[in-house]
C-alpha cells in the first residue's frame, strides 16, 4: 500500500506561483511513475503532468506546458510541481497519484493505482 499526502496549494492572484509537493510511503518510491492530475468543479479530473521512474522523462497537457513542470526527488520520495504564471482557469483540486507498474509517465488516470486526498488550488484573477 502506498500513501501520498500532498501539500502546497492556496490562494494566488493570476499570474502568480505555487508549489505543490506529494510525499509518498508504504513503498519504494523508485518503484513509482507519479503523476499529478487536477478538478475543477463540476468538471471532470484531467491529466496535468506525470514523470517516470527514474525522473528523466516527463509530460505535461497542452493547457499547462511552459508553465507547469514536474519533478522528482527519490532520495526524498518526493514528486513536486512547479506553477508558474497561474491562470484563473487553473483553479482546481489538485491529487498526486502513483503508478507501481507501468514504466513510462502514462496521462491515463485508470493506468494509476494510489492516490492522494488533494489539495486545493484557488487563482484569482
Known amino acids: 500500500q502506498v500513501q501520498l499526502v500532498e501539500s502546497g496549494g492556496g490562494w494566488v492572484q493570476a499570474g502568480g506561483a505555487l508549489r505543490l509537493s506529494c510525499v509518498a510511503s508504504?513503498?519504494?518510491?523508485?518503484?513509482?511513475?507519479m503523476a499529478w492530475f487536477r478538478q475543477a468543479p463540476g468538471k471532470e479530473r484531467e491529466f496535468v503532468a506525470a514523470?517516470?521512474?527514474?525522473?528523466?522523462?516527463?509530460r505535461h497537457a497542452a493547457t499547462v506546458k511552459g508553465r507547469f513542470t514536474i519533478s522528482r526527488d527519490n532520495a526524498k520520495n518526493t514528486v513536486l510541481l512547479q506553477m508558474n504564471n497561474l491562470k484563473p482557469e487553473d483553479t482546481a483540486d489538485y491529487y498526486c497519484?502513483?503508478?507501481?507498474?507501468?514504466?513510462?509517465?502514462?496521462?491515463?488516470?485508470?493506468?494509476?493505482?494510489?492516490w492522494g486526498q488533494g489539495t486545493q488550488v484557488t487563482v484569482s484573477s
Open positions: 497519484a502513483a503508478d507501481p507498474y507501468g514504466t513510462f509517465a502514462t496521462s491515463n488516470s485508470n493506468e494509476y493505482v494510489y
Open positions: 508504504g513503498r519504494s518510491f523508485s518503484d513509482l511513475s
Open positions: 514523470v517516470t521512474r527514474d525522473g528523466v522523462v516527463s
